[in-house]
């Protein structure tokens, strides 16, 4: 609807070459819960995700299988489809570069850089690694093995020759500092913005856009003499070979949008508001893209996001190949989908990396979620079903909740961090209001007023309604925590909701229901001063022996 506030993310796209790993789907999950927090505040909130497809390893992985390509990155997508959907990744589109939508719109970003006099023929000779691409000397790493690209040691590396068509990035150096000191906050955080300040001072050399002896790809649509590539019957001249897989990619975020096909669509929802990507694809996203919209005459994004890594025991980075990832069904398996989404956020700080393990991951499962929230909704539910017969209690005003003036702290934070994009910190607000609803427990001790109201004594009367006004809060401690939450666990949100007695309003993607800040109001709206009915209290999160983990 276009009187509500858009709201447009996208993650980096992922090689579909082996089974992700956990570290691969992390930033997605993160995209995740930005993208489900817009859509409960009411924005209309488009969420892009997808996978990669016409990178050389593809071609060769499934050589060496001996499997035609487009059946073999079939099966190897799916993988990244069921994946995602054990962990309740919702995206509005789940793109993929072999889309025909994409190829149209590539085609028509190679036109344009050409037709602004960005795009000339060339030759390339240098390093190619099948993982990432064209590499220059001064990224490599040379080992007595030879050389290799840091971020894929394992990867031999490729010498190649041929001709090529080359983009003009290094015309753009001074068009990209002066959007940069005009946006000072587009990429974040700020050292990873200051690491490509000095990259660009540094010098931009052009870039090859093309590969002559590589046809997995989308065809490139120049011929050498400045005339299409397209032939009468509609094929493609194999000889203008195709679009360098990097060039490609990165488009995906304007085809999301309805680019070039449908204008009102990529009028709407473009600039993009928020790219999300991992630190070692910075330089594509936050030089070599905005130079590509910039020679298109497209906006810019507004916001890219710079995360880091889940890394192994001692500091090694994640992969199959080093058989130290941990597999998300795995996870899900032993601390289901919101606990595997929950560990995975509240681990790893959104905006570095961080040593992760099995272990450390069911401890903080158990300890905030079985121990502080799991048991703050259970005994919660229990001792109001038990001392009220049942009836659901209202909260009492904030000035006379204690609690309440401990929830108008957190939900700030939690607000300010989940915006600010620091989502281990929006969690660790939420999870002190836990806390201190748990010492709320202890101080007030319902057991011992009900003991009290049970008296038939003169104080009776007074400790019924202290009673009452404490379980009241409790039980609307729970509703806000539960909600507030749903981001990160979705399923875990209708279901505690269930058992308070309340409807949940959203769609299992966060959509439709009313704005999320109106209904996290202390004792405001969302039914929290109605009279009601306390669902059958069951455990939400049960604890878990580390002996769960998978061999």
């Not at 108008?408 to 915006?419: D, M, S, V």
Request: hydrophobic residues 40%; contains cysteine.
């Amino acid at each position: 609807m276009p009187d509500r506030p858009r709201f447009y993310l996208t993650t980096a796209i992922a090689y579909p070459n082996n089974k992700p790993g956990l570290h691969t789907l992390y930033e997605v999950i993160g995209a995740d819960v930005v993208a489900r927090w817009h859509r409960m505040k009411g924005d209309d909130t488009r969420f892009l995700t997808g996978t990669d497809e016409h990178s050389v390893n593809i071609a060769e992985s499934a050589a060496a299988q001996g499997r035609d390509i487009r059946e073999y990155v079939e099966s190897m997508v799916e993988l990244f489809t069921s994946a995602e959907d054990e962990l309740l990744i919702a995206p509005d589109r789940f793109i993929r570069t072999t889309d025909p939508d994409h190829r149209r719109a590539s085609q028509e970003m190679v036109r344009r850089a050409y037709a602004s006099g960005d795009v000339y023929l060339g030759k390339y000779e240098g390093w190619y690694c099948p993982n990432e691409g064209f590499k220059a000397l001064s990224d490599l790493h040379e080992t007595p093995d030879g050389m290799r690209c840091p971020n894929h040691p394992n990867v031999t590396l490729q010498w190649l020759t041929e001709r090529n068509w080359f983009f003009r990035l290094s015309a753009y150096a001074d068009r990209l500092l002066a959007h940069y000191a005009a946006h000072p906050h587009w990429v974040q955080p700020e050292y990873r913005k200051n690491e490509m300040l000095a990259f660009i001072r540094a010098g931009l050399e052009d870039i090859s856009i093309s590969r002559e002896t590589f046809h997995w790809g989308i065809p490139f649509p120049i011929a050498e003499n400045g005339e299409t590539s397209e032939r009468e019957d509609g094929s493609w001249d194999p000889e203008a070979g195709v679009i360098y897989v990097w060039f490609d990619a990165l488009i995906n975020y304007i085809t999301g949008a309805g680019f070039p096909d449908d204008p009102t669509s990529f009028a709407r929802y473009w600039p993009a508001d928020l790219h999300v990507i991992g630190k070692d694809i910075n330089r594509f996203h936050t030089i070599i893209w905005p130079a590509m919209l910039m020679s298109a005459g497209i906006d810019l994004p507004h916001k890219v996001w710079v995360h880091g890594w889940l890394l192994a025991a001692g500091g090694d980075r994640m992969s199959k190949s080093r058989g130290n990832m941990l597999d998300p069904s795995d996870v899900v398996k032993a601390l289901g989908a919101d606990g595997a989404r929950y560990v995975t956020l509240r681990e790893v700080p959104f905006d570095k990396d961080a040593e992760v393990s099995w272990d450390s991951f069911v401890r903080r499962y158990n300890a905030d979620l079985a121990n502080d929230y799991g048991n703050l909704v259970n005994r919660s539910i229990t001792m109001a079903g038990r001392y009220l017969d049942g009836a659901r209690p209202a909260p009492r005003a904030p000035a006379e909740a204690p609690l309440a003036a401990a929830w108008a702290t957190a939900l700030e934070g939690y607000q300010r961090n989940l915006e600010s994009l620091l989502l281990h910190e929006a969690l660790a607000s939420l999870w002190d209001f836990v806390g201190a609803a748990n010492r709320f427990v202890e101080t007030e001790a319902p057991w011992a007023l009900a003991k009290a109201a049970k008296a038939g004594d003169a104080g009776a009367a007074a400790a019924e309604v202290r009673l009452t006004g404490v379980l009241g809060d409790l039980v609307e401690a729970v509703r806000l925590v539960s909600l507030a939450v749903a981001p990160f666990m979705p399923s875990i949100a209708p279901r505690a909701l269930d058992q308070l007695g309340y409807p949940y309003p959203y769609a299992a993607d966060g959509n439709g229901g009313p704005p999320i800040l109106d209904l996290l109001a202390w004792g405001g709206a969302g039914g929290a001063a109605e009279s009601g009915r306390l669902g059958t209290p069951s455990p939400l999160l049960p604890r878990l022996d580390v002996e769960t983990a998978p061999d």
